[in-house]
């Protein structure tokens, strides 16, 4: 059953299924442009997402916003969302578990969007969404074809920010999705 975004979001936030609902300070759903052509996906809420209940507003979420703006793809022309809606304490990786019970929001919201390009933001979430054994250092900024979408993983802004070497990686890769998103026009 496809709910609206109002009956989902409301369904997100009544959520209990696994510990994080319970030490979250507010539900991260998502946010951007809600018939966007283009989503992001990362993995989870970190600490300044948790306290805001916005998705990448903390340091990778600003070195991400330069790199959406290098390409010239303003921030509320997509839709950012994560695979978890809860912060995992300390930030660790989410595990797999959690994904599993939180998947479905994630699902219904691709659903509600129908965007044609879905861009992963890290290894974590390219491993759930586009294939288990997914290589982040080898396959960054490769296209598949899953259903109906072209999906493609770049990597976390925040690995950037530990490894700054990769960010010319990470800009040649934003231009490849600025230049499938331009073929969509």
């Known amino acids: 059953m496809e709910l609206t975004w109002e009956e989902l979001e409301e369904k997100c936030k009544n959520c209990h299924a696994c510990p994080l609902g319970d030490t979250r300070t507010n539900l991260v759903f998502g946010c951007g442009d809600r018939n966007a052509k283009l989503m992001f996906v990362g993995e989870?809420?970190?600490?300044?997402?948790?306290?805001?209940?916005?998705?990448?507003?903390?340091r990778a979420g600003k070195l991400f916003d330069k790199f959406l703006e290098a390409v010239d793809i303003p921030r509320e022309s997509?839709?950012?969302?994560?695979?978890?809606?809860?912060?995992?304490?300390?930030?660790?990786?989410?595990?797999?578990?959690?994904?599993d019970l939180c998947i479905e929001y994630l699902r219904?919201?691709?659903?509600?969007?129908?965007?044609?390009?879905?861009v992963c933001l890290g290894r974590i979430s390219a491993q759930r969404l586009i294939r288990p054994d997914?290589?982040?250092?080898k396959e960054h900024?490769?296209?598949?074809?899953?259903?109906?979408?072209?999906?493609?993983a770049v990597y976390h802004p925040s690995l950037l920010l530990r490894d700054p070497r990769k960010k010319e990686d990470m800009l040649i890769d934003m231009q490849a999705v600025k230049a499938e998103l331009d073929k969509l026009s």
């Open 141 to 152: 900024g490769v296209w598949f074809t899953k259903g109906s979408y072209k999906m493609c």
């Open 108 to 118: 219904q919201q691709v659903k509600l969007i129908k965007p044609a390009l879905i």
């Open 44 to 58: 989870a809420p970190g600490e300044n997402e948790d306290l805001s209940g916005i998705p990448f507003v903390g």
């Open 78 to 99: 997509v839709y950012i969302a994560n695979m978890l809606k809860c912060r995992p304490p300390k930030n660790r990786d989410p595990k797999p578990e959690e994904e």
């Open 134 to 137: 997914f290589k982040i250092t």
